[in-house]
């Protein structure tokens, strides 16, 4: 119960790439989720807030496959990530989580015309650092974790011309944890301590 949740929600999101040379540049981005909520409590309908929050920084380095505009781009990412998900600090069967990592990542731009391009990648946190930090309970799922962040996204960018673009992305996200041992609490729906807990969280 205590992992088990869903929440749909707007977010805000902003970002930049700075291209220091025209193959090695920076890259942040920050997200945080509006008006988010999730059920609070087992056996009632309450709803509690629950903000999200991704941060990512980092470095890129890219390929280009001929001197055309119309050229393949392929490139490279390193990135700090950190994703948060908080709840009121006296929810007392919510406890808010926290996931960070170095982030690989790989994408590609494949230009159809001047003005009009397909975008792919992909993205890995081979060993992120998974934390459930105390609220009104003080939750351990396991002794300790095991946690792995796999994504990808699609997408395709228009340029009207050299200064303004506009371009469109969907991407989905799993993150994985695997807790060894036993969880510190009972869970209230079935009354059992559970031992060797699995959580997938998917964001699309």
Not at 131 to 146: C, F, H, P
Not at 152 to 162: A, M
Not at 177 to 189: L, Q
Request: charged share 20%; proline share 4%; aromatic share 12%.
């Amino acid at each position: 119960w205590f992992r088990g949740y869903s929440c749909a929600t707007p977010a805000i999101m902003v970002g930049a790439q700075i291209w220091v040379t025209p193959f090695f540049g920076i890259s942040t981005n920050f997200m945080d989720s509006l008006n988010g909520s999730i059920i609070g409590e087992t056996g009632t309908r309450n709803r509690i807030s629950f903000e999200q929050q991704w941060f990512d920084a980092g470095f890129r380095w890219r390929k280009f496959f001929g001197i055309s505009r119309k050229a393949p781009v392929l490139s490279l990412g390193l990135d700090f990530s950190e994703y948060q998900a908080r709840v009121p600090p006296d929810a007392t069967q919510r406890a808010r989580l926290k996931t960070t990592g170095a982030k690989i990542s790989l994408d590609a731009t494949i230009p159809q015309s001047n003005n009009y391009a397909w975008q792919f990648g992909a993205f890995i946190t081979p060993r992120a650092d998974h934390k459930e930090i105390a609220t009104g309970i003080q939750l351990r799922s396991g002794t300790r974790d095991e946690t792995t962040v796999l994504g990808l996204w699609i997408g395709s960018l228009h340029g009207f011309d050299r200064q303004s673009q506009l371009f469109w992305r969907v991407q989905h996200a799993v993150e994985r944890n695997f807790f060894e041992g036993a969880a510190s609490t009972a869970d209230p729906v079935s009354g059992v301590t559970p031992e060797g807990v699995s959580v997938t969280t998917g964001t699309t």
